[in-house]
């Protein structure tokens, strides 16, 4: 009896599926686990490949799937969609990802360990913060503009600006909404704290991490 040589596993949050291959890739397993059943399940297979698609989870799972001795590979969607065969469902993803993961052509995404996803948990933060804080900026400013008020462009000149017009008793702006504008300008300028924040860990991680310090080193770059 032929052994599995390729699995592709379709992630999800709670019901996966697995679809797995021989050498000759005759299907020799096609079958759907639960989350908590995953790995027990993983490890009752021989060595293999194991294909995924980048996406959430994806790196936790294949550093455990690594520690069973699996040749784990995660790529991206764009790799898997020429391979799908007949309408999109699990069943369907998890066949065309045991596909691809075995195609010479086929690029792969490098594993992450846990200390590269914690620093890219800040990066998405600060990112999320910073986005936050823009969409702020632009709703105060067109709602300012509903009264005739014309804030600054640019995000510095803008926040500069904000307090003297708040402040300001002659701009006819309506006592609620200098009181709720007010509001929305103390929001941003605690999300301007929090990037802060952000900004002093990213610096403080810079000067610890070897990677990073390395490429710091680089002229123009550091």
Known sequence: MSLIKA???????????????????????????KRNNLLAEVAKLP????????????????REFTKLGHDVRIMACKFVIPYRQNEKNDANDAEAICEAVTRPKTRFVSIKSEEQQAVLCLHRIRQGAIKDRTARINRLRGLLAEFGIIMPKGRYPAQNAIAGILEDGENNLPFIARELLNDLWQSIKGLNDEILKYDRKLHALANQLKDAKRLMSIPGIG
């Open 7 to 33: 699995v592709g596993i379709d992630l999800a949050k709670l019901v996966f599926s697995i679809h797995g291959v021989d050498e000759h890739s005759k299907c020799k397993l096609r079958k759907t686990i």
């Open 47 to 62: 060595l293999c490949i194991i294909g995924m698609e980048a996406c959430s989870g994806a790196h936790y799972w294949a």
